[in-house]
């Protein structure tokens, strides 16, 4: 593999450990704490995992005794989901520490997602595969995909995988469904009188995977640096040629957090946040008309160019729409094949007639190409695929219309649209991520040689420096609530959402109105790698703002 001038010199980057982990595993033990709960829907989730629920959480801990492994530890890895910058650090991490523990350690990983456990698809990753990319972006070492792991042949022939192999553990890198995934193979497995731990650990740039102990996902801190980057540089061409307004759609799935962390970061004329959209109950008419106001504003100070970031789930929590898709979802499970015969404009007919009259009216009043992109094929977990629905080309639109309507209007409104999405997923880590993930490959290590499963790695105190990282566990179940997936009632774990008490929203509404009509962007640059630490290590403003 020829490498870029960066990558030469990335590799020789070596990632920042939590204190505890510096000496490596066998100077470690775990300490336990309360045993934890679901916020919600306790005794269904007692229920469906009677063997992994309610176990205590865990921190790792530092001691000057060693206690090496007593035997090579065997353990496969799984990519799952989005790609996510900082993978390859997990992995790294996860083969050192395996190594600290015992220098025979095995590291196996699955290629293509969860479904190379499945079929037993795997290689040995060998010192000179890690070597190759440690610090680099992207899931390319094994790859990854979206395969869900639910029917119990499916987990069966998992557990021939893991007997040929014969693994101590199974380390799940993936994002809520996935690491969802991870609790219930875990808790199949436990049933099943196996002793393979299955450990998972926090992946996706959305952020929506969080808590008082995860603070943020990886790859969130990398991916949104990037989208402010671009934002940045587009906002500049906006001031520059004073012609077009932009319309850019950012990824992170139902969740707002990159949108908000973006705004907070660029400081654009204007941000949507689909949490306050939903909480307000605000409709397509009423978030067109306020961005039509923004832009008259700036239009009668002769500005007809501007920003806007629009999150990519945010037609799914206007309130009407949010109807509409729960009623689309349920249909398409419960008539897949009558759905799947029809072909072109038939579907959407087919569709409308079989919505209530309400849903009815809000599907019918939309532009044709949304109509089919909301018909699109959901995600294995029933997601509906919202990086898919051209909703910046939507709202450009609606705006268009607005301003078309009023008299008052002299300005020009011509409009770019983008997405990123993409861009950022793969992206090289940042300084902050390459050390976090790093971090989470060693701390799932140490949860395998302590023989725990079902739990889901942690790192926390992110934004007070590494020396005062802590690391350890958290039992999965405990994230979890009940979820409508595919027309069934499922426990999933829980999105967590933008808090508009939260200090990151509070921050942007105490501030966004100052931004509307002043040109008071920041353009933020690209990710550093090597230079001064107030422009290398930065954590993001969200975390920064709570304070972790
Ligand atoms: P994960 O939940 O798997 O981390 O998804 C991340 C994400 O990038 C979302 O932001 C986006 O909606 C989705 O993946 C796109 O999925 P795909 O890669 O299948 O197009």
Redesign the pocket.
């Given at each position: 593999m020829t490498l870029s001038t960066l990558d030469t010199f990335r590799k020789q980057y070596t990632p920042k450990l939590p204190t505890a982990l510096r000496l490596g595993l066998a100077h470690t033990a775990w300490s336990e704490g309360e045993k934890a709960e679901p916020k919600k829907d306790r005794d269904t989730i007692r229920s469906a995992f009677p063997n992994t629920y309610g176990l205590p959480i865990l921190k790792l801990q530092n001691r000057s005794e060693t206690t090496p492994a007593a035997k090579p530890l065997r353990v496969g890895v799984v990519l799952s989901?989005?790609q996510?910058p900082g993978g390859h650090n997990v992995i790294a991490g996860l083969f050192d520490g395996l190594r600290s523990l015992h220098a025979e350690s095995k590291l196996f990983g699955f290629t293509g997602g969860p479904s190379g456990l499945e079929k037993a698809k795997y290689e040995e990753l060998t010192p000179d595969i890690i070597d190759a990319y440690r610090n680099t972006g992207g899931f390319d070492i094994i790859g990854s995909g979206?395969t869900k792991l639910e029917s119990t042949e499916q987990f069966d022939r998992c557990i021939e995988t893991i007997k040929s192999l014969n693994l101590d553990g199974i380390v799940v890198i993936?994002?809520?469904?996935?690491n969802t995934n991870a609790a219930v193979l875990a808790e199949y497995f436990r049933a099943k009188g196996l002793a393979t731990s299955v450990v998972g650990v926090p992946?996706?740039?959305?952020g929506d995977l969080k808590n008082e102990y995860i603070e943020t996902s990886f790859g969130f801190d990398t991916a949104v640096k990037t989208y402010s980057e671009l934002i940045g540089n587009i906002a500049r061409d906006a001031r520059s040629a004073r012609k077009y307004w932009h319309f850019i759609k950012l990824?992170?799935?139902s969740a707002s957090h990159i949108t908000l962390e973006a705004a907070l970061r660029t400081q654009t004329n204007a941000a949507l946040i689909s949490e306050e959209v939903e909480a307000k109950k605000l409709s397509l008419n009423d978030i067109a008309t306020s961005l039509a106001d923004i832009v008259s504003e700036r239009a009668a100070v002769g500005k007809n160019y501007g920003v806007v970031l629009v999150p990519?789930g945010l037609i799914e929590f206007v309130p009407s729409m949010k109807s509409l898709i729960a009623e689309l979802n349920d249909m398409l499970a419960h008539h897949e094949a009558e759905f799947s015969s029809l072909v072109g404009d038939t579907k959407t007919a087919w569709v409308s007639a079989k919505l209530s009259s309400g849903s009815a009216g809000t599907f019918n009043d939309l532009p044709d190409n949304i109509r089919l992109q909301l018909l699109m094929d959901r995600?294995p977990h029933g997601n509906v695929?919202?990086?898919r629905i051209e909703t910046e080309a939507l709202l450009a639109e609606l705006v268009e219309r607005k301003l078309h309507d009023r008299a008052d209007f002299s300005g020009s409104f011509s409009t770019q649209r983008h997405f990123f999405?993409y861009e950022g997923?793969a992206a090289a880590p940042s300084n902050f991520d390459a050390d976090y993930c790093f971090g989470l490959g060693y701390t799932a290590a140490a949860l395998i040689n302590g023989n725990k499963t079902g739990y889901i790695c942690y790192i926390r105190n992110l934004s007070k420096g590494v020396d005062a990282w802590e690391a350890g566990g958290l039992p999965i179940t405990m994230l979890m609530n009940m979820e409508q997936r595919h027309g069934k009632p499922k426990p999933v774990i829980e999105k967590a959402l933008v808090e508009l008490s939260g200090p990151a929203f509070t921050e942007f509404a105490a501030n966004r109105n100052d931004w509307r009509v002043e040109d008071a962007f920041q353009y933020p640059g690209p990710i550093q790698y090597f230079g001064p630490s107030e422009v290398c290590d930065g954590v993001t403003r969200t975390l920064e703002l709570e304070g972790r």
């Open positions: 989901g989005g996510a979206r993936g994002g809520d469904d996935s992946k996706t740039i959305d990824m992170g799935r990519e995600d695929q919202v990086s999405g997923r």
